[in-house]
């Protein structure tokens, strides 16, 4: 038992050194550790604010194209507004122009459609003219044929008187 007693002594006395070795090391350690860690917040800080500035950087020159563009869009569109106005004016003239001639139009075939209705009404009296005058030839021709039946009696009649 006494061997094993001092085994055990053996075997807690090589733990508590390592433990008294651990302990006067340890601050080193932890200020080994927090220094590493703070060196690496550091450069991770930094590199975030790098990439922040260059993403800042970015933005900003977006915005200045941006700027750009629509300073340029605003030329166009102004430019377009005088090329829309000048083409509606261009519009409205054509147009008064269309209804013009459109109006002139209707009138001429409302003077062709009189003239041809008055055409229509000559022609037709003329051809009810042409029907008298032929009827009016047919009286004349049955009056002379009587005139000439009654002038034939006559001189028969005169033949016979005379003889």
Same mark, same amino acid.
């Given at each position: ?5 001092? &085994?055990?002594? =053996?075997? &807690?006395?090589?733990?508590?050194? +390592? ?30 604010? +790098? ?5 800042? @950087? ?15 869009? =605003?030329?166009? +569109? ?20 269309? $209804? ?8 001429? $075939? ?40 009654? @002038? ?12």
């Amino acid at each position: 038992i006494r061997r094993h007693t001092l &085994e055990c002594l =053996e075997e &807690e006395t090589i733990k508590n050194s +390592n433990l008294r070795f651990r302990m006067r090391n340890f601050p080193g350690e932890i200020i080994a550790e927090m220094t590493a860690l703070v060196t690496a917040a550091r450069e991770s800080s930094a590199a975030k604010i +790098n990439q922040l500035q260059s993403a800042l @950087k970015s933005i900003a020159a977006e915005i200045e194209l941006l700027d750009e563009k629509q300073t340029l869009c =605003e030329r166009q +569109n102004a430019a377009l507004c005088e090329e829309q106005e000048y083409l509606r004016k261009q519009y409205k003239e054509r147009v008064d122009l269309l $209804n013009e001639r459109m109006a002139t139009k209707v009138n001429t $075939n409302v003077l062709l459609i009189e003239t041809c209705d008055k055409t229509r009404d000559t022609e037709r009296e003329i051809i009810e003219a042409k029907a008298a005058l032929e009827e009016l030839k047919e009286k004349i021709a049955q009056k002379m044929s009587k005139l000439e039946k009654e @002038k034939e009696e006559w001189d028969e009649k005169v033949k016979v008187l005379k003889c």
